[in-house]
């Protein structure tokens, strides 16, 4: 039987230096219940190193937490990557750290603390996790797909490190599962703004790097379980799983 759920699958934590320090583990889970959200996805930017706290967090709690991460590729384009388990994203992670090189100053970008479910700081991630790897877009999506997950290219529809301010287009030879697009847009406006994506997915997400923002942007997935194989399923249409666009 399908079901309705309510997903931002965007979010940050206070791991990501552009985040907010509110943005603990704790909080995260607490604004997203109170927020009525079904589904959401942890993605900071190139490290995964809070989300399996904030899976701890939310355990008892009537929320699904995919684990996830946003990459940064090479020509600075934002990718969303999902996944069922954190096994996989871990997987990712090493890829990923193996192509970010540069180390994080604290008091230009911020900073970057891993925080643990009971909301104590474990330690601080001293990568430059705002800069670009050496990952190009392909190479990225490709890494994804290998490690059964989906490619979301983030926030099209702006003009700091979404696919087309950065590119101007989208290449036909990258295989992305869905578009994203900002709240700020929406998913209406976004099909008259971009037609010429039309055989693409749209999901609508809050990219929240504070807590207030979270759930601003939200999509509305028809499916039977909180997964990332009925993701794909609501992505292509199958079996009557759809978006609510």
Do not use: W
Not at 4 to 18: A, K, M, R
Not at 64 to 69: C, K
Not at 217 to 231: A, Q, R
Request: charged share 25%.
């Amino acid at each position: 039987m399908l079901k309705e759920f309510t997903c931002d699958l965007h979010i940050h934590t206070c791991l990501s230096p552009c985040g907010d320090l509110d943005m603990y583990p704790s909080a995260i889970v607490e604004k997203c219940v109170s927020r009525q959200l079904d589904i959401i996805a942890i993605c900071d930017h190139n490290s995964s190193e809070n989300v399996p706290y904030v899976m701890g967090a939310a355990l008892g709690k009537p929320i699904t937490i995919l684990p996830g991460m946003e990459i940064t590729s090479r020509e600075e384009v934002h990718i969303i990557a999902l996944f069922d388990n954190m096994d996989d994203l871990l997987k990712l992670q090493n890829i990923v750290y193996g192509a970010l090189r540069g180390m994080n100053r604290e008091e230009v970008f911020g900073c970057q603390p891993i925080v643990n479910a009971a909301d104590e700081v474990e330690g601080f991630n001293d990568r430059l996790l705002i800069g670009a790897t050496e990952l190009s877009l392909q190479e990225s999506v490709e890494a994804i797909h290998k490690l059964h997950g989906v490619a979301i290219a983030a926030h099209i529809d702006r003009e700091s490190f979404g696919i087309i301010g950065q590119l101007g287009f989208i290449p036909a030879d990258v295989q992305f599962d869905a578009l994203e697009i900002s709240y700020r847009t929406g998913l209406k406006k976004a099909r008259k703004e971009y037609p010429e994506f039309y055989n693409y997915p749209f999901i609508e997400s809050s990219d929240a790097h504070f807590i207030n923002d979270i759930g601003k942007g939200s999509t509305k997935i028809f499916m039977e379980s909180p997964t990332i194989s009925e993701l794909k399923m609501a992505f292509e249409g199958h079996g009557e799983r759809h978006i609510m666009e």
